[in-house]
Structures are given as C-alpha cells and as structure tokens.
C-alpha cells in the first residue's frame, strides 16, 4: 500500500471516536425524561443494559479479530454468503432509516438555540443541509469522517461530563440531593428501564462496517468496540442518574430538555445554551458515523454485486462515494416523509423496524463468535449476549418483529434479482473491485 493509501487508515483513537461518536447520539439526552418516573428502577435498568450492550460488544469484537474485511466477510465465514448477505442487508437498511432520524434531532436540537429555525419547514432543511455536508465529509474519506467524529466526541461529551461534575461538586460539598421517584424495584419496572436504555447503546456494530481502512485491525477493533461500548456505558449510567439526582423528579419528566436544565440550575443559561448546542452536535457526530458505515456496507455488498455495480464506485484509496451517495439521498426521501404529517408515522414506524434489523446483526454475530470457539468464560458472556437479544425481540413487538422478516424476504428478493441481471450481462469493470482491495 502506498503512503496516501496508509494515510487514510483509520488508527485506535479514530476507531474508538467512530463507536463513540455513533453511540451518543440525540436519544441519551432525552432519556431521563422517560426513566425519572420508574425510580430505582432506571438506575438497574442501566447497569443491566451496559453489561448486555457489552457482552454483544464482546461477541463483535472477537469477529474483528480476523482482519477488517467488514462485517459481512465476518458472518460468511461462520454461516456462508447467504446469511452474510442478509445480515448486510438488514445492517444498512437499519442504517440509512437511522440517519433520517438523526438528521432530524440534528436540526431540533439546533432549533432550541436559534429559534428561527423551529418551524418543521426549516428543520427539513436544515436537517437535509447536515446530510449533504456530512456526505461531502465522507466522500473526502474514512480519515476525513474519522476526524470529524474525533471532534465531535469531544463537544457532546460536554453536558454529559458537565452533569458528572455538578453532581461531584455537590456532593462533595455536603449538598443534598433530590429524591428518586417513591417507585418501588421490580421486575416490571427494571424491564421497562432495560427496554428504554438499550437502544441508547447501540452503535458500536459500526465499527465492524469499514472494508480494509483500520490500521491492524485485529488489535485496533476489539480495543475500539470494548473500549468504546464501556466508556459510553459508565458516562451513560453517571450522567442519567446524576440528572435525576440534581433535579426533582416531577421537574426531569416534563423538561424538554433536562440535561440543559441541570447544567443551568449549577451555571446559569449561558452554561444551558451550551449545553443544548453540545446536543445537537451529539446527534451531527453520530450522522457523520452512520453515513460511514451505511456507505461501507453499500459498498462491500456492490462488489460482491449484490446491490447495483455503480455503487461499488470510489475515488482516492477505496472511499466508497456512490454508496454513500445512494444511503443519503434515501435518508433526503424519509425526512421529506417526515415533513408531511400523513407520512409521519410511517417514518416512525420505519425507525422502529431498523431497531429490529440491527438485532439481526447482533444475533449474527453472537452466533458466529460462539462457532470461533471462546473460552468458558467468553462463552457465558456470548450467553448472556443470546439472551439478552431475545429479550430486547420481544421488547420491539411483534409487528416490528413481523415486517423485519418481511424486510429480510424483501432482501432475498433483491439478490435473486441482481443474480439474474448479473447473469445475463457482464457489468463493467470498476475502481475498487475485490483485487484491487488494499491488503
């Protein structure tokens, strides 16, 4: 590989800023609202989400030891193409539906700062506007994303650590802390608290999305998934319960905003307004990692010509831009179908349906992490990664559980069709076909 080409690796803290970047999105900061009322139960809830979000990190991060042929490559080994293909499928349909709300909680988030952009005609386009920079970023390349996600870490980071603090400060100075909701601890109410806070740690799967753009990437993913997911976790935990710890319970339940809230009752509004911009680039930086792993998976599927040829079309060292240009201007079609009230719930809908697609993968991928053939210990953590994915199935529903099956047969349907095109033509030979892979 020549020296541009190793300039575009992606090292550990680009790695580590992608899962981190990708996992702390919009959602976190809304979350005290809905888990103020259950009490004790949100904080068992927390930890119970983290040590199942790690053990499915855990299972992950053992595939990515082979190399960094994408998650794909992983899947096939263990359970052959088919499977593989499908998983892919279910990983970047989940993708790009994702970025649709994430563009969305981009541009409201903003709209708290600068109320002239509240009205839903401009938080469309302002939410487009965030998807059309983040694609040119991309397009630039995997270090280029990489760097942004670096950045962006470091500001979202602010009112989740800004809590942490505060919560320090007062109790290091003896002060007294507010009452949890008088809600007892039960099995309902922990399950409800396990069910609010998984998919708030979703997002590092991502890293296993780019093809052969990681710097020794059996030590650089597994480092960049574990580490990355226990971080999150921990900052999760403190800064959730530290908002419900500052504020009173009745306050954090019907707060629009409760982490701004918290900053602003220690520091004042300036530190709030802050706060609130910190938000809305939590949800920008966890965009630009999506529209990379959407745009990987795009890409690793084309090559294999399982999605259409031109997408497996790049410039530079492998930067995969029409694949990405194709997952966002999908993502451009599902926020204008947010932005008509007769098409909103659709659009929820539809996110609901890619929470369960990336269950796909996770299940995927624990089973194809039991076949490498863990330690005892290993093995219970891919056990309680099995089941606590079987739980979060039955938590989504059953309708999104039956449309997710549907999605797969859709999948199924579109690789026959490709078999067939392919079958009858011979497509044109494109930059970055499998030979000409970085090795």
Same mark, same amino acid.
């Given at each position: 590989?020549?020296?541009? !080409? ?26 005290? +609202? $809905?888990?103020? /009322? ?48 499908? %998983? ?29 952009? *509240?009205?839903?005609?401009?938080? %469309? ?20 994303? &990489?760097?942004? $996600? ?66 020794? /990437? ?24 530290? +908002? ?25 509004? !300036? ?8 938000? $809305? ?7 630009? &990692? ?17 999605? /259409? ?11 995969? @831009? ?50 490498? &053939? ?38 199924? @349907?579109?690789? +026959? ?5 392919? $079958?009858? *033509? ?14």
């Amino acid at each position: 590989m020549g020296e541009q !080409g190793e300039k575009q690796l992606m090292g550990l803290w680009m790695t580590s800023a992608l899962v981190i970047g990708t996992m702390i999105g919009a959602g976190i900061f809304m979350l005290p +609202v $809905s888990l103020a /009322p259950l009490g004790p139960n949100a904080a068992i809830g927390w930890i119970i989400s983290s040590i199942g979000a790690l053990c499915i990190a855990f299972a992950l991060a053992r595939l990515t030891r082979a190399g960094g042929g994408g998650i794909q490559t992983y899947i096939e080994q263990a359970f052959g193409p088919t499977t593989a293909y499908l %998983v892919a499928w279910a990983f970047w349909c989940s993708n790009w539906a994702s970025q649709a709300a994430l563009a969305i909680a981009t541009a409201s988030a903003l709209s708290r700062v600068f109320p002239s952009i *509240a009205g839903p005609d401009a938080i %469309v386009a302002v939410a487009i506007a965030a998807i059309v920079f983040l694609t040119a970023v991309n397009a630039m390349g995997a270090r280029a994303a &990489g760097g942004l $996600s670096l950045l962006t870490v470091a500001i979202k980071l602010f009112p989740l650590v800004a809590v942490i603090i505060i919560l320090a400060l007062r109790g290091a100075g003896g002060g007294q802390f507010e009452p949890l909701a008088p809600m007892p601890v039960t099995i309902a109410g922990i399950a409800s608290a396990v069910a609010l806070t998984l998919f708030a740690l979703t997002g590092f799967e991502n890293a296993t999305t780019p093809v052969n753009k990681v710097r020794n /990437p059996g030590r650089t993913l597994p480092l960049a998934i574990l580490g990355g997911t226990l971080f999150v976790a921990l900052i999760y935990l403190l800064s959730s319960t530290g +908002v419900t710890l500052l504020l009173p319970a009745g306050t954090v339940a019907s707060s629009p905003a409760p982490y701004a809230d918290a900053v602003a009752a220690q520091w004042g509004e !300036g530190a709030a307004t802050l706060a609130a911009l910190a938000i $809305s680039v939590g949800a920008f930086g966890a965009l630009n &990692g999506l529209i990379l792993g959407t745009g990987e998976l795009g890409y690793a599927m084309a090559l294999r010509r399982e999605l /259409p040829v031109f997408m497996a079309w790049t410039r530079g060292v492998n930067t995969p @831009v029409m694949a990405q240009l194709v997952g966002s201007v999908l993502t451009v079609v599902l926020v204008l179908a947010n932005s008509s009230r007769n098409t909103a719930g659709l659009f929820t809908f539809v996110i609901l349906l890619s929470t369960v697609s990336v269950l796909v993968v996770y299940l995927a991928g624990t089973l194809a992490a039991w076949k490498t &053939g863990a330690s005892m210990g290993g093995r219970l953590a891919l056990v309680v990664a099995l089941l606590f994915i079987l739980f979060a199935f039955y938590g989504s529903g059953a309708e999104a559980n039956l449309w997710g099956i549907v999605l797969l047969a859709i999948g199924l @349907v579109v690789r +026959v069709a490709m078999r067939a095109v392919n $079958s009858r *033509a011979t497509p044109p030979a494109v930059e970055g076909t499998p030979a000409s892979l970085p090795e």
